[in-house]
């Protein structure tokens, strides 16, 4: 969207909207919005380090993005869309969560050999690559209302690891961890960029790293 604007952005100006707008629907996802909110907090960055930007680094900038986790997809069931170059890979399950995604650029695509649809929490894909294959997980770790269900995910995902993330397979988990590590570094696990105090929560997952 950024891109195409930015190319035809001549051909816009001169559009003259008095003469009558038809507007074509087509269901755009909330997911590549978020992609593309990234795109421009990259270029608000390089611009306020006085960078210079313009449409071919952009696009370039816009094709670097291969996957996206997210939290909060709110569609029911399982399965997969896809929308201009990218595919996404969904799951919420029967419960009250709001559900997960996985949102995969076309050039890894072609790779995914595996979708592991769990729940509203938890969603893997599994990808072959050299010199080792890929499993990535995106987590959606409960809040503070639902402490019970906190042990139940972490079980599932080392269940999850422990069926696709053995051997030669490098493990890669994007998430919403509900929980605060602190600013005190630890080992390699946390570094000194967190804020507040560690909380339970956040000793759990440290925990989980080790």
Not at 4 to 32: H, P, Y
Not at 33 to 54: A, C, H, P, Y
Not at 67 to 94: F, P
Request: with cysteine.
């Amino acid at each position: 969207m950024i891109c195409t604007i930015l190319k035809n952005k001549d051909k816009i100006k001169e559009t003259d909207a008095s003469k009558g707008v038809t507007r074509i629907f087509t269901q755009r996802l909330r997911i590549l919005d978020d992609v593309e909110r990234l795109l421009l907090i990259w270029i608000n960055e390089k611009q306020l380090q006085g960078d210079s930007i313009n449409v071919n680094i952009i696009c370039e900038k816009k094709n670097e993005v291969s996957v996206l986790g997210v939290s909060e997809v709110r569609w029911k069931g399982q399965g997969e869309i896809r929308s201009g170059d990218y595919t996404v890979y969904y799951s919420r399950g029967e419960g009250a969560g709001t559900g997960v995604a996985i949102v995969v650029h076309k050039s890894v695509v072609r790779s995914v050999v595996k979708k592991i649809d769990c729940n509203d929490r938890i969603i893997a894909l599994k990808s072959k690559a050299e010199p080792a294959d890929i499993l990535i997980m995106r987590v959606y770790m409960p809040t503070s209302e639902y402490e019970d269900e906190v042990e139940k995910v972490y079980d599932t995902i080392e269940e999850i690891l422990q069926e696709d993330g053995r051997r030669d397979t490098n493990s890669i988990i994007l998430g919403d961890w509900n929980s605060i590590v602190g600013d005190e570094p630890y080992q390699n696990i946390v570094g000194s960029h967190g804020l507040g105090r560690r909380n339970h929560r956040g000793q759990m997952l440290i925990d989980f790293c080790e």
